[in-house]
């Protein structure tokens, strides 16, 4: 059995929850079903509009349209066959549990340092054994070399933890989709920890 | 005392330390954070009470916006 089989096999089986869909959502969302993750729950409330498509997994066709069903229609041009269940709403302490209870890893992509503070604290007091893997710091420009994945217990930050979106810097695609394929890539070594895979087993 | 600061060995001259004076001595000041003792998370009330002694795990992560 080759290694790509192997890993496909391994993520079939596994749900991973994604928290907002928009510029570090969408793109994470987009490489997880290209890696063959089996299924993934996504909530976001917002629609696509024209600005957001500097960064986000969009197309101009798309404006207007729900987030979650728009990126739901790009997810399944990817693979018709992924499994992706919508949730059209604001993530709040009172749905968060109902959304996200059967995934086996949670991505928090929101926009605001506010969300990301409330979900860090619900999901590592509620969920302490579902790994969450969130972002922060990814505005601007540059300084790749700053960007960095922290740890601690189950709650994985991806990000410089600096570069603030407003009011000093916007948010360019480079930077938001490195930052999202920083967390695509923390998932994908979580979930095939038990197959030990890295980059050196290939 | 001799802490892990973020998966690092750091020094500090007090014997015990809140985790405020700690964040004041690393000048971390940014607004959203999530704080971490020995692997319990950290309430916000609680930085300026909770001690942090020598041998501590103390995570500290900056949310900042963008996403």
């Keep these: 059995m080759t290694y790509s089989t192997k890993i496909s096999e391994i993520l079939s ?23 063959g993750i089996g299924k993934l729950i996504i909530a976001d ?25 728009a990126l739901k229609e790009n997810l399944l041009a990817i693979n018709p066959l992924a499994r992706i269940e919508v949730h059209d709403c604001r993530v709040t302490p009172q749905n968060a549990s109902a959304i996200f209870s059967e995934c086996n890893i949670v991505v928090e992509a929101f926009d605001s ?16 054994r579902i790994p969450l893997v969130m972002g922060s710091g990814l ?38 989709i490195m930052v999202a394929m920083m967390q695509a890539d923390t998932v994908l070594g979580i979930l095939l920890k038990e197959f030990n895979y890295d980059h050196h087993t290939e | 005392m001799t802490i892990t600061l973020n998966n690092r060995q750091e ?57």
């Design chain 1, 45 to 69: 409330f917002d629609t696509v509009s024209l600005p957001n498509l500097n960064r986000q997994f969009y197309f101009a066709a798309q404006t207007g349209m729900k987030k979650c069903n």
């Design chain 2, 11 to 67: 020094n500090f001259s007090g014997q015990e330390m809140t985790i405020a004076e700690i964040m004041q001595a690393k000048s971390f000041h940014f607004r959203m954070l999530v704080v971490k003792l020995n692997h319990q998370l950290i309430k916000r009330e609680a930085y300026a009470t909770t001690l942090v002694k020598a041998g501590d795990r103390l995570d500290i992560i900056h949310l900042v916006s963008g996403g």
């Design chain 1, 13 to 35: 089986v596994k749900t991973a929850g994604i928290a907002g869909a928009g510029g570090l959502g969408s793109n994470v969302a987009a490489a997880l079903v290209r890696s």
């Design chain 1, 113 to 128: 340092a506010e969300e990301k503070s409330w979900f860090a604290e619900y999901m590592t007091g509620h969920f302490p």
């Design chain 1, 139 to 176: 505005a601007g420009r540059g300084g790749f070399e700053r960007l960095k994945i922290q740890q601690a217990d189950n709650l994985y930050v991806c990000g410089d933890q600096e570069s603030d979106a407003l009011p000093h810097a916007a948010l360019t695609a480079p930077r938001v």
